[in-house]
């Protein structure tokens, strides 16, 4: 069967997909540029419009898209295969473009407890490549059998040479199982990236930034303020982070320093388990409802979120009924997988 033809609306470029690829994947490898993050269809960040054409989802069927969005036409690039040629409205990511994506080993130079399930990875890189991305992209740990685990880069870009991990513990998960109690210093891993389009937009509004994040969904965004930070850019940022207890808020210190010496940044805590007690200063329900509760419209507003499927979804919804354009919103999605047999992933070298 020859190759579907997908043509952008926007822009007019066009390309082309093999039999059985989809649209997401083929235009990543033919250098296209189009917004994407979890990759499994759960977070609706490559969603396009359908402007002529028919797709199929042979894989699983879009969960980042309501029935609202499906009936406009809205599909994912991610999961979508084309029947026909199609024509797709979709914006392109531009900042990206020129950052290579490549695959390489580091080496375990560091395992922090950060909490009871969340450990503090670092990884040195080889001194004869440079991994040049984006703060809020993630790479992808290569495993056995093909198998990969997306990790957010909790580093800023300037830290050179390492980058920084936040791996949460994942009951049955292998892998993360295997951070925890096997993997020693000095074991290699391998790696790709990065990838994704979860980064600080620059344009010339510089409107003020809401960043949220559940769970360890605070690791691409300390790798944002952090990057904003070396930068001198001081653009207002309200941060929210939620937690289910404040034990697992594990990096509050940190962050109240950059409160403390930075007039432009602003913390809330959201705790969601009733039970806590502990919560001083913040907000008792999920981290969402948060952002709802300081802000009666989000006009204008940038914001950057980060964490499981559930919190974006219930978010984008809630945000826009708040008044912001979805445009202005991005975000990076994850799912924890436990199906991934580890045997042998490293050894010291």
Not at 330 to 347: H, Q
Request: glycine share 10%.
């Amino acid at each position: 069967m020859p190759p579907h033809k997908v043509r952008l609306s926007g822009s007019g470029k066009e390309f082309e997909v093999r039999e059985d690829e989809t649209v997401l994947g083929a235009a990543l490898r033919q250098g296209v540029m189009l917004p994407y993050s979890c990759k499994n269809g759960t977070c609706g960040s490559c969603k396009g419009r359908l402007r002529a054409g028919e797709v199929d989802y042979p894989i699983h069927p879009p969960l980042g898209l309501d029935e609202n969005e499906k009936n406009a036409g809205d599909i994912l690039l991610c999961q979508a295969v084309p029947v026909t040629d199609l024509e797709v409205e979709v914006r392109e990511i531009e900042a990206v473009r020129d950052i290579p994506v490549l695959m390489m080993p580091a080496r375990v130079v560091e395992k922090t407890p950060l909490a009871d399930t969340v450990m503090k990875v670092v990884l040195r890189l080889p001194a004869a490549q440079h991994l040049q991305f984006l703060a809020g992209q993630y790479i992808d740990i290569l495993l056995p059998g093909g198998k990969r685990r997306a990790f957010s880069i909790a580093s800023s870009p300037s830290r050179d040479g390492e980058i920084e991990l936040h791996v949460r513990h994942v009951e049955g998960g292998d892998f993360t199982g295997w951070v925890f109690d096997e993997m020693q210093l000095k074991d290699i891993l391998r790696l790709e990236g990065p990838l994704g389009t979860f980064f600080v937009r620059h344009d010339e509004e510089r409107r003020p930034m809401i960043m949220m994040g559940g769970g360890t969904g605070i690791a691409p965004l300390k790798s944002m303020i952090e990057d904003l930070l070396a930068h001198g850019d001081t653009r207002p940022i309200h941060l929210f982070w939620g937690a289910r207890r404040t034990e697992e808020l594990y990096m509050e210190d940190l962050i109240h320093g950059w409160v403390d010496d930075h007039t432009h940044i602003e913390y809330t805590p959201a705790i969601s388990e009733p039970g806590d007690q502990r919560v001083q200063s913040g907000f008792a329900g999920y981290v969402h409802e948060a952002v709802l509760d300081a802000y009666t419209t989000l006009a204008h507003h940038d914001v950057y979120m980060s964490g499981p499927p559930a919190m974006i979804d219930a978010a984008r919804h809630a945000f826009q009924d708040k008044g912001i354009r979805e445009g202005r919103l991005y975000y990076d999605s994850f799912e924890f997988g436990s199906d991934v047999p580890v045997s042998i992933l490293a050894r010291p070298h």
